[in-house]
Nanobody
Framework: QVQLVESGGGLVQPGGSLRLSCAAS????????LGWYRQAPGKERELVAG???????NYADSVKGRFTISRDNAKNTVYLQMNSLKPEDTGVYYC??????????WGKGTLVTVSS
């Protein structure tokens, strides 16, 4: 089992920045891919960014050039640096982990609100 705890959400003005963090604990030896999903009000959960154990990243088209995902394997932590935030980036951001056994784990989510 793996537990995920997110931090770093909050209220920010359009054009601002936030950095999300997600720390994994438990059976961290099994960590494969880490990532972030988000769910806006009234919309389905969508993948924002992912990073493999080898450091390969992928991003949703809507965040390319603005968001950067990174991971610190020694700390079992994944980060999401979000710049040039837009109101449409508002939502609950969920940390996601896929283990080497293809099991998915989720954090409880952290709210990001982009508003003036």
């Amino acid at each position: 089992q793996v537990q995920l705890v997110e931090s770093g959400g909050g209220l920010v003005q359009p054009g601002g920045s936030l950095r999300l963090s997600c720390a994994a604990s438990g059976s961290t030896f099994s960590i494969n891919t880490l990532g972030w999903y988000r769910q806006a009000p009234g919309k389905e959960r969508e993948l924002v960014a992912g990073i493999t154990s080898g450091g390969i990243t992928n991003y949703a088209d809507s965040v390319k050039g603005r968001f950067t995902i990174s991971r610190d394997n020694a700390k079992n932590t994944v980060y999401l640096q979000m710049n040039s935030l837009k109101p449409e980036d508002t939502g609950v951001y969920y940390c996601w982990l896929r283990s080497m056994y293809a099991t998915d784990y989720w954090g409880k989510g952290t709210l990001v609100t982009v508003s003036s």
